[in-house]
């Protein structure tokens, strides 16, 4: 995937794909939170309430235009393969 343009996945860019933040995550609720906080704020991500790394918001990756292929969180082109 990396640098490739795809379209964005069809889902808000607050909801992160479930293999990148599993709904049975510990820290789910608030690193929606955080993440909700900055795109909100327009900022480019947030500080990791469990690890303090920094990660990419949802908007700001959209706003790069093409996947990077590595792994993000937020990644807003990550889907579900089409079902045959």
């Known amino acids: 995937m990396t640098g490739e343009r795809r379209p964005l996945a069809d889902r808000p860019l607050t909801e992160p794909h479930p293999s990148r933040l599993p709904s049975d995550h510990p820290d789910r609720a608030r690193i929606l939170a955080a993440h909700t906080a900055a ?41 579900d393969p089409p079902s045959e």
């Open 39 to 79: 795109l909100a704020a327009g900022e480019a991500g947030y500080l990791d309430p469990e690890s303090g790394l920094f990660v990419l918001s949802a908007a700001f990756l959209a706003r790069r235009g093409t996947c990077c292929g590595r792994g993000c969180r937020h990644c807003p082109y990550v889907d």
